[in-house]
């Protein structure tokens, strides 16, 4: 026994001896291998038995997998603020006007004095067809008047001041030209009243202000007949006629002026 186990100590340490010399010479072959192959082994740790060292070394890099290389983050674009929309157009107006020829500017000036001399005329011939259509409006009623009033309706009307008001006349021909006469005289002093404080012409307003007054005049002197009329005095009807008589030539002349200054 003693021998087996010498013999089997001796074959121990040779073949430890072997393997040693034989795993420098084993591993320097496959690095030179590895290495002209552009593979990189890593080294044995030193130290230890040689088996279980290399299957416990090994095993690490063989199951450890590999970190992708990280790629480099793309360098971010500075971030471009819009114009505004506005600033292209205003550059275009620009270049536009700047493009415009002296006899351009010329042109739009005469085309703009144009415009505004015709909406100045125009305004004025409607001022002026309104000044006509009341002035020849205020004339048509007095005219009226003038060839509606005569002695008789005078007469009647001094009748009727005789009597109490629930007893007059109200139905009669008379009675309705009496009731036309006093609404005509009041509507042609109001188409003249109109006139004087509106946009005619001075002239027309000096003539509208004398016949109004002519018609007022014309009136209260008619008024006035007709009441002499009534009390049946003599004197007083004289002077009441004459006062008509020559508030009728005033207002003659004054229909005359007013014509005249209204182009009627």
């Known amino acids: 026994m003693t021998r087996r186990a010498a013999v089997v100590v001796g074959l121990a340490a040779a073949s430890s001896l072997l393997l040693t010399a034989c795993d420098g010479e084993l591993v320097d072959t496959i690095e030179s291998g590895l290495a002209s192959e552009g593979i990189t082994v890593p080294a044995l740790p030193e130290g230890g038995d040689g088996g279980g060292?290399?299957?416990?070394?090994?095993?690490?890099?063989?199951?450890?997998?590999?970190?992708?290389?990280?790629?480099?983050?793309?360098?971010?674009?500075?971030?471009?603020?819009?114009?505004?929309?506005?600033e292209t157009p205003a550059t275009d107006d620009t270049a536009a006007t700047s493009n415009v020829p002296w006899w351009g500017w010329v042109l739009i000036i005469l085309a703009a004095l144009i415009?505004?001399?015709?909406?100045?005329?125009?305004?004025?011939?409607?001022?002026?067809?309104?000044?006509?259509?009341?002035?020849?409006?205020?004339?048509?009623?007095?005219?009226?008047?003038?060839?509606?009033?005569?002695?008789?309706?005078?007469r009647w009307r001094a009748d009727q001041l005789r009597l109490p008001a629930e007893?007059?006349?109200?139905?009669?021909?008379?009675?309705?030209?009496?009731?036309?006469?006093?609404?005509?005289?009041?509507?042609?002093?109001?188409?003249?009243?109109?006139?004087?404080?509106?946009?005619a012409s001075d002239s027309v307003r000096q003539a509208a202000t004398l016949l109004r007054q002519a018609a007022e005049g014309f009136r209260a002197s008619l008024d006035g007949l007709a009441g002499a009329l009534s009390t049946g005095d003599q004197a007083r009807i004289a002077t009441?006629?004459?006062?008509?008589?020559?508030?009728?030539?005033?207002?003659?002349?004054?229909?005359?002026?007013?014509?005249?200054?209204?182009?009627?």
């Not at 909406?119 to 409006?137: C, F, K, N």
């Not at 006349?169 to 009675?175: G, K, N, P, R, V």
């Not at 009496?178 to 004087?196: G, I, K, N, P, S």
């Open 53 to 86: 060292d290399e299957g416990q070394a090994a095993a690490p890099a063989e199951t450890q997998p590999a970190e992708p290389p990280q790629e480099p983050e793309p360098p971010q674009e500075p971030v471009e603020t819009e114009q505004a929309p506005a």
């Open 115 to 154: 415009l505004i001399w015709l909406v100045i005329g125009s305004a004025r011939r409607r001022r002026g067809s309104d000044t006509s259509a009341l002035a020849a409006q205020a004339d048509g009623q007095l005219a009226w008047v003038r060839s509606n009033v005569d002695d008789p309706l005078v």
């Open 167 to 199: 007893q007059r006349d109200t139905d009669s021909e008379l009675a309705r030209r009496w009731e036309l006469v006093d609404q005509r005289v009041t509507a042609a002093t109001t188409d003249l009243l109109t006139l004087e404080s509106g946009k």
């Open 240 to 264: 009441a006629s004459q006062g008509l008589t020559a508030d009728t030539t005033v207002l003659d002349q004054a229909r005359q002026r007013f014509r005249q200054a209204a182009r009627l």
